[in-house]
């Protein structure tokens, strides 16, 4: 009997349902906190064996080791948090960029430590987008700023719903 992990983006939160039988496996149960809410079905991470190979030509961080990675992750974590989403304020934003820019080392092309040096200073976020806005195109700076944003629209970790649901009670 399988337990299926469904995330829910409105609320935030994962939620596991038992399923008896394996004809739920491509059904989408309701949300359990408002049912007008929709589950996104994902992957749990305890079923995930090995590494798969992923592309690599665009990821900045390619070849970091994953202490590394994960290190940057962990001093970022209450950084990201505490940046408003629509209105992220420069500075917040040129430490984190800096941070990972210092973890890419000679990755980097000079004129992203440019704009992160720009906005630790508190220039404006937009002007400096408009400015730079091909900055990488394809390359490193543009994968970087795609890392970025991903960052701090999932900075917050979601909420691990502890009830185990029934499946067949939530599925119409």
């Known amino acids: 009997m399988p337990i299926y992990e469904f995330y829910c983006p ?28 929709q589950l996104q079905k994902q992957i749990s991470r305890f079923a995930i064996i090995g590494k798969a190979k992923e592309e690599t030509e665009n ?12 290190a940057l992750m962990n001093s970022m974590e209450g950084e990201l948090g505490a940046l408003d989403d629509e209105n992220p304020d420069p500075r917040q934003l040129g ?30 976020p937009e002007k400096l987008e408009a400015e730079f806005g091909d900055i990488g195109e394809g390359g490193e700076g543009d994968a970087l700023f795609s890392q970025v944003k991903k960052m701090i629209k999932g900075a917050r970790q979601p909420i691990r719903n502890p009830k185990l649901y029934e499946m067949s009670e939530w599925v119409s």
């Not at 990821?59 to 994960?70: N, T």
């Open 95 to 124: 430490s984190l960029m800096r941070k990972m820019t210092d973890l890419m080392g000679d990755k980097t092309p000079p004129e992203l430590r440019e704009m992160v040096k720009r906005l630790e200073s508190g220039e404006d």
């Open 59 to 70: 990821d900045p961080f390619a070849g970091l080791d994953d202490s590394q990675m994960e």
């Open 10 to 37: 409105q609320n935030n939160t994962v939620y596991q349902f038992l399923a008896r039988t394996l004809a739920y496996r491509d059904k989408v149960p309701a949300c359990p906190d408002n049912p007008e809410f």
